[in-house]
């Protein structure tokens, strides 16, 4: 019997009992014996040698013997069937020879055994299906009955016991590299043979149970471990004395499986049929993925069992009222809180193991996005922010603004790089996988343009200007302030101004808007002071040749004037002459 690493099953062939041999093979499969119906097998026969060839593999089969007739023929089991194998050189005929895959050298190591010729100390090699006998310079003494394992902790094939038809052994010896090395050690199993033995990963370690000497009147029911070069007894409770069991490690279930064997308590030697399992103490633990977990995300609970013998049926509780049956049961919580989920593991023998598991439950997340300033300007920043409530903690982000950028913090600084309407989208994953989403609409507006207008660029002094700006683009509302170039200012879209000086000023306007953007405008006014009104309502030069001709005429009429008075005091007559009579001429003035 062996287990089968590539069909992942125990796989037994033939064997005896005190009445009948057979030719029957069965896999031991999640503590199931089911019969195999190979379509051809090796003949009837007891005590072959198998072992499993990891390095070509399948099982080896070698020997046996049924009848008086004694095997020397090599099978290989694969996939459920039987395949007859034709080496050109292979070992004499035998039975109940000792056989192991070295793994560190990667093939199969045979010692020994017994024929009709008696007992045989040969050594071996088989690999890629070809037999090669070995001379190594020492090795143990021709026997039958010991047993052979691979020590995988301490790197050699170990060989125990045995029997040469006169008395049994109680020697260990070491296979490695080629070399049979003896080995004492401090305290050993007592002399026997047809025991069992094979290694236990779980235990790292060799074990060995049961078995006879030829001189006592019972068989040996006692346990023993071989690790670091060193036998020690085991202690506890054991199978039933026996011979010739057999024992393997079966993988899938974790356990040193004892199958079969004689006991020789009786008068009458008789099968005892019964199988034993050597496995650490049953323990059970939980695990739950995602733990911490959301409201109503499905929680994924595994037991965590050691030990005990499978198969093993399992009993949840959730805390909730919840309940299953199977052996990893996905489970939702409806409500926010600390649940404790309890279970229950029975092995194939009663045995019971218990654990419990206290899972968080926090409520789902949920999530808001908010972004400001909002509206705004191209190239300008603005925060977005992700607020956030429930959920397993840590978290990630991811943002998408609508413009091909993403961002993968909380909250992010971003600016736009042309005009339009954005949906910007943030995903939020917690620690439990459950996902969250929100988004927020952001207007883009293009950068603020300004032009400004006069009612008149050249006034003259003290004449009123209207000056208007125009805006375009930008956020609503606008800030609008006015320099009008002499210290003075004004706000708002239009301003009515009037200069004093004459002069070229400049006026300029700045619109800051609703989302910060700043724009400014020039306009340069030129003033003028205003034109003369003339003399006699007319203007220019012909109204100053009019007032000096005017002056002119002024000045000859006053000197003629005077001129004309003191003409009048020289020729002044003496005694006044009496005025002609009417009708009578004034005599002539005479000089």
């Not at 006015?482 to 200069?499: I, M, Q």
């Amino acid at each position: 019997m062996v287990y089968d690493a590539s069909d992942g099953y125990v796989v037994m062939f033939g064997g005896g009992n005190r009445t009948a041999e057979f030719t029957d093979t069965w896999k031991f499969s999640a503590g199931v014996w089911t019969p195999l119906m190979p379509p051809s097998s090796p003949s009837v026969r007891s005590w072959p040698a198998m072992v499993y060839d990891a390095k070509d593999g399948y099982v080896l089969l070698f020997g046996g013997v049924y009848g008086g007739n004694d095997f020397s023929d090599t099978w290989k089991f694969s996939q459920g069937v039987w395949t007859e194998l034709f080496p050109p050189l292979s070992p004499p005929p035998r039975w109940d020879a000792a056989l192991a895959y070295d793994e560190k050298q990667s093939v199969v190591v045979m010692f020994g055994g017994d024929n009709l010729s008696g007992a045989l100390g040969d050594t071996w090699t088989f690999t890629g299906g070809l037999w090669t006998r070995q001379h190594p310079t020492s090795s143990p003494s021709p026997r039958w009955g010991s047993s052979m394992s691979y020590d995988v902790a301490d790197g050699y094939g170990v060989l125990f016991g045995g029997e040469n038809g006169s008395f049994c052994f109680g020697d260990t010896w070491t296979f490695a590299t080629g070399v049979w090395t003896h080995l004492s050690t401090a305290t050993s199993p007592s002399a026997r043979t047809s025991f069992s033995l094979a290694y236990d990963p779980a235990g790292a370690e060799l074990v060995l149970f049961g078995g006879i000497n030829l001189t006592a009147s019972n068989d040996f029911w006692d346990s023993w471990s071989f690790a670091g070069g060193g036998w020690t007894r085991l202690t506890g409770a054991t199978p039933t004395a026996r011979t010739d069991g057999v024992l393997v490690w079966d993988s899938p279930e974790a356990y040193l499986l004892l199958f079969d064997g004689f006991n020789d308590s009786f008068s009458v030697n008789k099968p005892t049929d019964s199988q034993w399992a050597l496995a650490a103490p049953l323990g059970a633990g939980i695990s739950a993925i995602p733990d911490p977990t959301d409201v109503g995300l499905p929680v994924k609970l595994n037991p965590n069992v050691s030990g005990g013998v499978g198969p093993d049926t399992f009993g949840w509780t959730f805390g909730d009222g919840g309940t299953s049956l199977l052996p990893s049961p996905g489970h939702a919580f409806s409500l926010p809180g600390r649940y404790t989920v309890n279970l229950t593991v029975v092995d194939s023998f009663g045995i019971t193991s218990t654990a419990s598991l206290t899972i968080v439950v926090h409520p789902a997340a949920a999530v808001q996005a908010s972004a400001a300033p909002a509206p705004l300007d191209v190239t300008q920043a603005t925060s977005f922010v992700t607020q956030l409530s429930g959920g397993t903690p840590p978290f990630a982000f991811r943002w998408t603004f609508g413009d091909g950028v993403a961002a993968t913090t909380q909250n992010v600084s971003h600016s736009f790089a042309s005009a339009g309407n954005f949906t910007a989208i943030v995903n939020v994953t917690d620690a439990a996988g459950a996902v969250a989403s929100a988004s927020t609409h952001i207007q883009v507006n293009p950068l603020p343009a300004v032009s400004v207008t006069s009612s008149d660029r050249s006034p003259s002094t003290s004449q009123s200007v209207t000056l208007a700006v125009t805006v375009t683009g930008g956020t609503q509302p606008y800030s609008i302030t006015w320099n009008l170039g002499d210290g003075s200012s004004a706000s708002g879209a239009t301003a009515t101004h009037s200069y004093r000086s004459k002069g070229n000023y400049d006026v300029q306007v700045t619109v800051d808007d609703g989302a910060g953007a700043s724009s400014v405008a020039h306009l340069n006014i030129t003033v003028s002071e205003p034109a003369t009104a003339g003399i006699f309502g007319l203007s220019g030069l012909l109204g100053y040749v009019l007032l000096g001709v005017l002056v002119v005429a002024v000045v000859v009429g006053l000197a003629l004037l005077i001129q004309r008075r003191s003409r009048g005091r020289t020729n002044a007559p003496g005694p006044s002459t009496p005025a002609p009579p009417d009708g009578v001429a004034a005599p002539p003035f005479q000089r």
